[in-house]
Nanobody, 115 residues
């Protein structure tokens, strides 16, 4: 089973940008779809961006036009570029498989958007 490690979270001001990364312990090239999920305190974990293959991307309405997901299979890494960040983007961000179904969750990376 692949193990996932997220990194790159930080505190930023509204309107700022951040790129977070997720590195897998084994190859992700055979995983049909990878995604980024987020969970704010007291809420459920939601899927916000996912990539099928190497370039078919999909986004939740709340982040569409601001976030960009990408994957580098050679590096076993998935990225999330986040622009024009809003306070409501504050959450712990996790990456995981979307299809096949998610495996064990990593520790996530905290993104805090605050002035």
């Amino acid at each position: 089973q692949v193990h996932l490690v997220e990194s790159g979270g930080a505190s930023v001001q509204p309107g700022g940008s951040l790129r977070i990364s997720c590195t897998a312990s084994s190859s992700i090239s055979g995983i049909y779809a990878m995604g980024w999920y987020r969970q704010a305190p007291g809420t459920q974990r939601d899927l916000v961006a996912w990539i099928i293959g190497v370039d078919a991307t999909n986004y939740a309405p709340s982040v569409k036009g601001r976030f960009t997901i990408s994957r580098d299979n050679a590096k076993n890494t998935v990225y999330l570029q986040m622009n024009d960040l809003k306070t409501e983007d504050t959450a712990v961000y996790y990456c995981n498989q979307v299809s096949p179904r998610p495996v064990s969750w990593g520790q996530g990376t905290q993104v805090t958007v605050s002035s």
